[in-house]
């Protein structure tokens, strides 16, 4: 995997953890204004996690690095991103940006079960070798 550096927010956790993924899918973007993306066609999408928080679990882990990959890698690797269920109704395209809003979703929603309260920073997803997007989502850092 090749070794990158993030942007990545200020705050004030004494924690820091980054999981790094990459995940092979298909979508289309349903919009004459899309162009060529709308029609189906896939990328090897580069995915990295930021998760921060003050507090380790009883084992030591601020979040297991397992868990995060089974959340995400699990649920999109080798599918057509459309048909998940998060991308039906509400004319949810799955765009780059729509992506990294719904993986921080599908993380924030696990770490909101854990007892010591880490929280999901920042998605960056690399849709293409030039192209990406991060999403920080207004007052993580609280």
Do not use: W
């Amino acid at each position: 995997m090749i070794q990158q550096i993030y942007p990545v927010p200020n705050h004030p956790y004494e924690y820091e953890l980054n999981k790094d993924m990459h995940f092979a899918a298909a979508h289309y973007i349903p919009a004459e204004s899309a162009g060529s993306c709308s029609e189906m066609h896939g990328h090897t999408y580069f995915a990295n996690i930021t998760i921060a928080g003050d507090a380790l679990d009883e084992t030591g882990f601020l979040v297991n690095f397992q868990q995060i990959k089974k959340l995400i890698h699990k649920r999109f690797d080798h599918t057509v991103i459309n048909d998940d269920e998060k991308f039906q109704g509400d004319l949810k395209f799955p765009t780059t940006e729509v992506m990294a809003k719904v993986m921080y979703d599908i993380i924030q929603e696990h770490l909101d079960t854990l007892p010591h309260s880490p929280k999901c920073l920042q998605v960056f997803l690399r849709e293409t070798p030039t192209s990406y997007c991060i999403y920080r989502p207004k007052g993580a850092r609280s």
